[in-house]
């Protein structure tokens, strides 16, 4: 009886097309050679896996394969896989990316320096009860690792330049053979880069970053909550060899203010009456965030802590577009 690849990756007939990719994805990680070296089984899976998802993510093959099982398939141009490479090159681009090494590597196989993306940061920003009712713009000033101005984010020092990684040759990869299979694992010498530093920066020392303070506008929109993160992108840490800049995360915090109370988009205000006011009702001033004192009629036999409302003296929706 022939192999089911319906059971090898364990998904149903039914399954669509992403669903059998995600299935393969996981199977493919899981049983990836990096993942299980010299385990037999695991390159046994890692091969089946693949061959099943050659199948069944082409629309032809598959209905062939539905209809007549393995027998159909001959004559189809299905292969079977010799080598990790060969996966590699047939499917890697599932992985989102050149092959199933950038997974575990953040790269492609034999790519060279790689780019980097920057490093995300975060800050905090106190603001007052009253700013929250119009928005504000804080100036904040953080430490922020910079591409060095010496070295132009080489890491190498002034009149010389990183060289080719004479181990891997530059590929930031080498490659070690198990059997009849070949693997490629991150170069343990350049880490990947394909370049080494001989001479360092005398500024950097060869990371490439050198820290300086920065100065940055974050607009806060009106109405915000404390604890809301707003999200700057791209001032984080520039990135390398061409990479995105990382993002800036600012953490608000709303100062109390001793009259004031929120609620929801609300804004509470206790006044205090004495028991004749409450009984026989009165006219009181009552003082808003904007700063103006609006006088309110209490009506007659108000209870304690009712609620008067006063139309637009609260927060405005933030999330009214």
């Known amino acids: 009886m022939g192999r089911d690849y319906y059971q ?21 990680m899981k049983y990836h050679p990096d993942r299980n070296p010299g385990n037999k089984e695991s390159e046994q899976m890692f091969k089946e896996a693949a061959e099943a998802y050659g199948v069944l993510s082409d629309a032809e093959k598959k209905k062939l394969y539905d209809q007549y099982g393995e027998e159909g398939l001959k004559g189809a ?30 790269r492609g ?8 993306r920057g490093a995300s940061l975060k800050c905090d920003i106190e603001m007052g009860f009253k700013e929250v009712a119009t928005g504000v713009e804080k100036k904040i000033e953080l430490m922020r690792r910079e591409i060095c101005d010496v070295c132009r984010g080489t890491g190498a020092k002034e009149g010389t330049a990183p060289v080719t990684c004479p181990y891997c040759g ?10 009849f299979f070949t693997l490629r694992t991150t170069c343990p010498k350049c880490r990947g880069n394909g370049k080494i530093i001989e001479s360092p ?16 506008s974050v607009q806060i929109p009106a109405g915000v909550e ?5 999200r700057l992108m791209g001032q984080g840490e520039p990135g ?20 004031f109370q929120r609620h929801g988009n609300d804004v509470l205000c206790e006044v205090p009456i004495s028991f004749a006011q409450a009984a026989l009702g009165c006219k009181i001033d009552v003082p808003t965030l904007s700063g103006n004192i609006i006088q309110v009629k209490v009506p007659k036999g108000i209870q304690n802590n009712e609620i008067i409302p006063i139309k637009g003296e609260g927060f405005p929706n933030i999330h009214r577009h």
């Open 8 to 28: 090898i990756l364990g998904v149903s007939r039914n399954a669509g097309s992403d669903e059998i990719k995600k299935a393969y994805r996981q199977l493919a």
């Open 240 to 259: 390398e060899n061409g990479a995105p800049s990382g993002d800036l995360y600012c953490d608000v915090h709303i100062t109390p203010h001793p009259i």
């Open 109 to 116: 196989r034999g790519g060279g320096e790689a780019g980097k």
């Open 77 to 106: 141009g299905t292969r079977g896989y010799s080598s990790y490479e060969d996966i590699f090159d047939a499917f890697g681009d599932i992985f989102g990316g050149g092959s199933i090494f950038d997974e575990f590597f953040g």
């Open 170 to 179: 530059g590929r930031g990869q080498v490659q070690q053979s198990q059997g």
């Open 226 to 230: 404390d604890g809301t993160r707003l």
């Open 201 to 216: 920066c005398r500024k950097c020392g060869g990371t490439k970053r050198y820290p300086r303070r920065a100065t940055i």
